[in-house]
């Protein structure tokens, strides 16, 4: 199992930047897809969630109205449109996917999660 996460960098602040993951060898649209996040001496934490076939998502309170995350299970691939940036979104962020059969009715937690990407580096600029 593979989950090469794409797409980070360095941006200023109120840029935009979209990060990509493109998972291998499990059945993509089995699994709920999700985006967490580490930023230097935090732990990590949840960002964003999308259901099996792209129908329900799920956003972290701080990126509500700034962050989009889909997925082309044709494609096999899970994005994350990140608008209006901050420097508070500068953090390692990690693609991950969970083997569930309901939808989450609360923040999904890390250890819900069966596969993980190595991450990406994302860096906002005041």
């Known amino acids: 199992v593979q989950l090469q996460a794409s797409g980070g960098g360095f941006v200023q602040a109120g840029g935009s930047l979209r990060l990509s993951c493109a998972p291998s060898?499990?059945?993509?649209?089995?699994?709920?897809m999700g985006w967490f996040r580490q930023a230097p001496g935090k732990e990590r934490g949840f960002v964003a969630a999308?259901?099996?076939?792209?129908?329900?998502?799920y956003y972290a309170d701080s990126v509500k109205g700034r962050f989009t995350i889909s997925r082309d299970n044709a494609k096999n691939t899970v994005y994350l449109q990140m608008n209006s940036l901050k420097p508070e979104d500068t953090a390692v962020y990690y693609c991950?996917?969970?083997?569930?059969?309901?939808?989450?009715?609360?923040?999904?937690?890390?250890?819900?999660?069966?596969?993980w990407g190595q991450g990406t580096l994302v860096t906002v600029s005041s």
């Open positions: 991950a996917a969970d083997r569930r059969v309901r939808w989450y009715d609360r923040i999904p937690q890390d250890y819900e999660y069966d596969y």
């Open positions: 060898g499990f059945t993509f649209d089995d699994y709920a």
């Open positions: 999308v259901s099996w076939r792209g129908g329900s998502t």
